[in-house]
């Protein structure tokens, strides 16, 4: 099946106020330029140097979204063209990012990451950290980022009531943080939840931004 389909297909399932991300980490130009003839065009790449190379070689009505754990040293690579960054899980990373945005004269968008599947190894805040990192003079002084919602990942099982769980439980965060902290804010909007195995249920769930990669690109 064609890139082309994968994307029509999976358009038509969710409502079109969800966002499709197509995730195109490890997948050559060619991949990504058949996705954007076929009208996509926010991308999803989750290491900094292989998104600043794609942006450098791809057409510039592209929206970059950085999905993957971010690195305060690398913040400078993408600053300048990055469209959102879904992987903010530090009041440090924040202040880098705006100390970038404001070097090349932009707001950057951000989303919080929060950790809520069962496995380690996942990055993210929990709720206490979230309140600590945005009760925080330093973070009140930052003029060149926005937060716009949170991301999460669900665990990577079978299971399907617990995925379901995890999203209910990203969903109920939102909320929380959008009645406590940003109901004065119109930008505060997004969830971002939901990849090639999960994305359905994601979208029941209430995500309004979806990370696919596989089911459009193939297996990586
Ligand atoms: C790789 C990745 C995805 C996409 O995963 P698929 O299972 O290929 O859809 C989504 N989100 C993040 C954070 C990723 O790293």
């Not at 099946?1 to 060619?30: F, G």
């Not at 989303?111 to 069962?118: I, M």
């Not at 716009?148 to 099982?157: E, K």
Request: charge should be neutral; aromatic fraction near 8%.
């Amino acid at each position: 099946m064609s890139i082309q389909k994968r994307i029509s297909d999976i358009r038509k399932e969710i409502d079109a106020r969800v966002t499709l991300v197509a995730v195109s980490k490890t997948k050559p130009i060619e991949a990504i330029k058949e996705a954007y003839y076929a009208g996509q065009r926010v991308f999803g790449e989750n290491k900094v140097q292989e998104m600043a190379a794609k942006y450098e070689q791809l057409p510039k009505d592209i929206d970059w979204h950085l999905i993957g754990h971010l690195q305060s040293n690398k913040v400078k690579y993408i600053a300048p063209f990055v469209q959102l960054i879904h992987s903010v899980d530090s009041l440090k990373l924040l202040q880098e990012i705006n100390k970038q945005a404001q070097k090349n004269k932009r707001t950057i968008d951000c989303l919080l990451q929060f950790h809520v599947a069962s496995e380690e190894t996942k990055f993210g805040l929990n709720m206490i950290e979230a309140k600590e990192l945005l009760d925080s003079p330093e973070y009140g002084m930052l003029q060149n980022i926005r937060i716009v919602g949170i991301m999460g990942m669900a665990s990577f099982t079978e299971n399907q009531a617990l995925v379901r769980h995890e999203f209910h439980t990203l969903k109920s965060l939102f909320d929380t943080l959008k009645d406590s902290y940003f109901s004065t804010s119109d930008a505060f909007t997004e969830i971002s939840m939901g990849m090639s195995g999960d994305y359905r249920i994601a979208v029941e769930e209430g995500s309004t931004m979806i990370r696919v990669g596989s089911t459009i690109f193939g297996s990586r």
